[in-house]
């Protein structure tokens, strides 16, 4: 797949009203992520590398014990095994998330 339209691509769920459309290669996926206002993502590890950047709202971020908000424009990565969370702000958000390799789940 060399160029993929968001538009027509379904949601993925996540967590509770937590959506995702996600598109990869075989070495990234590509995940972005719409959280409603002061939806949750719990703490949680995985194996995988993951890098992003925040697109609209704000997130507040907890990665390996550290916290901070994140608004569009701002970037965060994520060693593989490191837990963090999210919280959305008081508006809906949107993060882009990076994932290598690809997450099999995230696949649909």
């Given amino acids: 797949m060399y160029f993929c339209n968001l538009e ?4 993925k769920v996540l967590f509770g009203e937590i959506t995702a459309r996600t598109f990869w290669g075989d070495q990234m996926l590509l995940s972005l992520v719409d959280l409603p206002a002061k ?3 719990p703490l949680h590890s995985h194996p995988h590398e993951q890098a992003g950047m925040v697109v609209a709202g704000e997130l507040t971020f907890t ?3 550290e916290t901070r908000m994140l608004r569009p424009g701002e970037m965060y990565i994520i ?3 490191v837990e963090h969370m999210v919280v959305a702000g008081d508006a809906p958000a949107q993060a882009l998330d990076i994932f290598s390799p690809v997450r099999e789940d995230y696949k649909y």
């Fill in 8 to 11: 027509e691509r379904a949601k």
């Fill in 79 to 81: 060693p593989g095994g």
């Fill in 63 to 65: 990665i390996g014990g």
């Fill in 39 to 41: 939806s949750v993502v």
